[in-house]
């Protein structure tokens, strides 16, 4: 829970409720100015992530609900929009980096994939972070947490990307120019909880166009196996790739999506 006061614009807190919905259990002023991001309960345990300028995931007790408290935090650039467990041990976050602009400024940038090690609750720890692509790079995992896919049998975690690169433009007279190329599909990723991310393949799902102009229905919505076929389905299409050679392309059906136009940026 966010809340304002007349000395800090703002500061996180937490509450515990019984089922009458009384308050029988708070923490309070956890991160002034910070607004909270994402949270996920395992066992007696709360992963809370906030942000202004770096991204702290605080590990909260609440064996005691009438005692909750901070046991431990690891403050990181960026930010986590989704927590997901991994195993009892390690959480991944899916969020975005950050960088300061010009003007002091804090400014999202591309999507960052990260792991975390919480066996020391006291002290936990960045395994490995992944940034995908740039400034306006966006995932829908980030609205929506359907859209994220683990299996740790298989060993496949996919994310879906709307990647944006930025490329300055030789010789212009104009500081700063760019033109930017733009990516739609999946990541497909394995999983070491000691070592981190493996990268196994790239879907494309968009039929292709690059500049300023993004499908709107070529956004990879969802993910699914069945057997060894990993499908990504999108508002204009359904793509099914070997999950032993992601390269290998095995149905692309596409689908109407006359109600849904291309937009630009």
Same mark, same amino acid.
């Given at each position: 829970?966010?809340?304002?006061?007349?000395?800090?614009?703002?500061?996180?807190?937490?509450?515990?409720?019984?089922?009458?919905?009384?308050?029988?259990?708070?923490?309070?002023?956890?991160?002034?100015?910070?607004? &909270?991001?994402?949270?996920?309960?395992?066992?007696?345990?709360?992963?809370?992530?906030?942000? #202004?300028?770096?991204?702290?995931?605080?590990?909260?007790?609440?064996?005691?609900?009438?005692?909750?408290?901070?046991?431990?935090?690891? #403050?990181?650039?960026?930010?986590? @929009?989704?927590?997901?467990?991994?195993?009892?041990?390690?959480?991944?976050?899916?969020?975005?980096?950050?960088?300061?602009?010009?003007?002091?400024?804090?400014?999202?940038?591309?999507?960052?994939?990260?792991?975390?090690?919480?066996?020391?609750?006291?002290?936990?720890?960045?395994?490995?972070?992944?940034? &995908?692509?740039?400034?306006?790079? @966006? %995932?829908?995992?980030?609205?929506?947490?359907?859209?994220?896919?683990?299996?740790?049998?298989?060993?496949?975690?996919?994310?879906?990307?709307?990647?944006?690169?930025?490329?300055?433009?030789?010789?212009?007279?104009?500081?700063?120019?760019?033109?930017?190329?733009?990516?739609?599909?999946?990541?497909?990723?394995?999983?070491?909880?000691?070592?981190?991310?493996?990268?196994?393949?790239?879907?494309?799902?968009?039929?292709?166009? %690059?500049? @300023?102009?993004?499908?709107?229905?070529?956004?990879?919505?969802?993910?699914?196996?069945?057997?060894?076929?990993?499908?990504?389905? %999108?508002?204009?299409?359904?793509?099914?790739?070997?999950?032993?050679?992601?390269?290998?392309?095995?149905?692309?059906?596409?689908?109407?999506?006359?109600?849904?136009?291309?937009?630009?940026?």
């Amino acid at each position: 829970m966010s809340d304002w006061s007349s000395d800090i614009k703002q500061y996180s807190n937490v509450y515990v409720f019984d089922p009458d919905l009384k308050i029988i259990g708070r923490l309070e002023h956890l991160a002034p100015e910070e607004k &909270i991001y994402s949270a996920r309960f395992m066992g007696d345990l709360l992963y809370l992530v906030t942000f #202004k300028q770096t991204d702290p995931l605080f590990v909260i007790d609440l064996s005691n609900p009438y005692q909750p408290g901070l046991l431990g935090e690891l #403050k990181i650039p960026g930010y986590s @929009d989704y927590l997901h467990p991994y195993d009892d041990t390690h959480l991944i976050g899916i969020g975005k980096d950050t960088m300061e602009n010009e003007w002091g400024g804090i400014i999202p940038t591309g999507v960052k994939i990260a792991l975390f090690d919480v066996s020391n609750v006291n002290n936990p720890r960045l395994v490995e972070s992944i940034v &995908i692509g740039e400034k306006g790079s @966006d %995932s829908a995992v980030l609205s929506d947490h359907r859209a994220f896919l683990l299996d740790k049998e298989k060993n496949i975690m996919a994310i879906p990307v709307r990647e944006v690169i930025h490329i300055p433009v030789q010789g212009s007279r104009y500081e700063g120019s760019h033109t930017k190329e733009t990516w739609q599909g999946t990541y497909v990723f394995g999983i070491d909880p000691e070592a981190g991310f493996t990268e196994k393949g790239r879907i494309k799902q968009g039929t292709g166009t %690059s500049g @300023d102009e993004w499908w709107y229905g070529s956004t990879v919505l969802r993910s699914l196996f069945m057997d060894d076929v990993l499908y990504t389905i %999108s508002r204009d299409r359904i793509v099914g790739s070997d999950l032993r050679d992601l390269t290998r392309r095995l149905m692309d059906i596409g689908i109407s999506h006359d109600d849904h136009p291309s937009y630009y940026f």
